[in-house]
């Protein structure tokens, strides 16, 4: 694929300026397509049920949006409590099927023989999960940990100026659980993110700012999420954070390959051997978490 980029040169001359415009054609390196799995798994324990949604689709050329993917063969989810062994004991499944035909949105299968919801009462500390994808004759799995998070205690809204410009401040305040240490990703709503760690409040009361450059109105409603998540995710979201520079949300396609926690596992029999030591740079996009989460909605005043 080649991008056209124009560019005006400007000539000083004895007698004046003379404009000239040239076009120069740049040959953009290609790559091959790649499977993005954006396996965020919000477990609202209030709720009977988890509403999972994954979202699978295929990198394009570069500089071009990704696709949704409709042709997952098999994908679902087998969870439950380990043994000493790291085997699943007893594991429960949830079979999913795409919701809406080339959505790329994957939910509990509706049309299965039995209930393929995840419910709540099912899941808890300790409780291991995994995601397994077949498509295009490759199977891919990822592996992780229910993580539980803490409530927000409140959020409060003022307008500052920063920079001569008006801007939105939320004030988060949460209250650490003592118990862990614990890993959190903050969801300020339109694609923002955050990723704390409790090394400097463990266990403590902990208020910080977030700012906003969009022009809200009253009335406007921010939804603000607190999730628990582990150290590994903690990093990966820190990368894709730093990556996107806010042109774009962490979970759209970085500029560079991040690598997550789902592997191509194709061929190998032992599912507990799954993270491609003979082929390491065989792999998707994306991550598999299983996170508690506490939202609270604040309304503009």
């Known amino acids: 694929m080649k991008t056209l980029i124009t560019y005006t040169l400007l000539i000083a001359a004895l007698v004046g300026f003379i404009s000239c415009e040239e076009v120069v054609d740049i040959e953009v390196p290609k790559s091959e397509p790649r499977l993005v799995l954006d396996a965020l798994i919000r477990a609202d324990t209030t709720q009977e049920f988890v509403d ?78 995994w995601l397994v994808v077949e498509h295009q004759d490759r199977r891919y799995a990822g592996k992780t940990y229910y993580e539980s998070s803490v409530p927000i205690d409140s959020l409060e809204q003022d307008t500052v100026i920063l920079f001569d410009e008006e801007q939105t401040e939320l004030i988060i305040t949460y209250t650490d659980d003592p118990e862990k240490e614990n890993y959190y990703l903050f969801d300020f709503d339109f694609a923002n993110f955050i990723a704390s760690s409790d090394t400097f409040y463990e266990g403590q009361t902990f208020s910080f700012s977030y ?21 590994d995710f903690f990093n990966y979201m820190n990368l894709l954070i730093s990556q996107s520079e806010g042109s774009f949300g962490p979970f759209e396609t970085p500029s560079a390959t991040v690598r997550g926690n789902i592997f191509d596992v194709t061929g190998i029999d032992n599912i507990n051997q799954f993270n491609n030591v003979e082929n390491p740079d065989n792999f998707p996009l994306g991550y598999f978490s299983f996170s508690q989460v506490f939202s609270q909605t604040l309304v503009i005043q």
Do not use: C
């Open 52 to 129: 999972v949604k994954i979202k699978a689709s295929l990198t394009n050329a570069f500089f071009e949006a990704v696709e949704p993917v409709s042709d997952i063969t098999s994908m679902y989810i087998y969870y439950g409590i380990e043994n000493e062994f790291g085997e699943i004991v007893d594991g429960l499944y949830s079979n999913l099927a795409e919701s809406i035909p080339g959505s790329g949105i994957y939910i509990p299968d509706p049309d299965f023989t039995s209930d393929q919801r995840i419910r709540t009462s099912d899941i808890g500390d300790g409780t291991a999960f």
């Open 211 to 231: 700012f906003y450059d969009t022009d809200f109105s009253p009335g406007d409603e921010i939804t603000v999420s607190i999730l628990g998540v582990d150290q």
